[in-house]
């Protein structure tokens, strides 16, 4: 079933400690997509309490890699080996697009890695696209919605 499908605002968790970029990505979010649910949290810690905790999981997070105190693909590598929460998608996005990073990423086993945008317009086309491809077209896992 996608999360179309399924009806509801999708739940994104955003893990970014750039505050201006997680604006824009709510902005563009509200603009260009279904409604969606988006939590910051300024920190991989934060994140991995919010994943491994009792609330609701997120339908897709959104990891930047150069975080503070944990290391975006230290964390990457956690929940991946987590069977808890290694269904959901994790979608690494970052202003690198050093193939060294991409690859690294991938290895273990982002869901996909994205280039951060450098305007609200690129931020908007950015979140169309995630909304087509993650909401309406993907079918997710069960234990991921």
């Not at 087509?132 to 069960?142: A, R, S, T």
Request: charged letters at 20%.
């Amino acid at each position: 079933m996608t999360l179309y499908e399924r009806g509801g605002a999708p739940r994104i968790l955003l893990i970014d400690d750039n505050r201006g970029d997680a604006r824009l990505i709510k902005i563009a979010f509200q603009k260009s997509c279904l409604p969606a649910q988006i939590t910051v949290v300024e920190n991989a810690e934060d994140g991995m309490t919010m994943l491994q905790g009792d609330a609701e999981p997120p339908d897709l997070v959104f990891l930047d890699l150069n975080l503070p105190s944990m290391h975006g693909l230290t964390f990457l590598q956690i929940i991946k080996s987590d069977p808890v929460v290694s269904a959901i998608p994790v979608v690494v996005l970052s202003s690198s697009s050093a193939q060294k990073d991409v690859t690294d990423s991938y290895k273990r086993h982002a869901n996909g890695f994205i280039t951060k945008p450098f305007n609200l317009d690129g931020y908007e086309a950015f979140a169309g696209s995630v909304c087509d491809y993650w909401f309406k077209l993907v079918q997710m896992p069960l234990a991921a919605v």
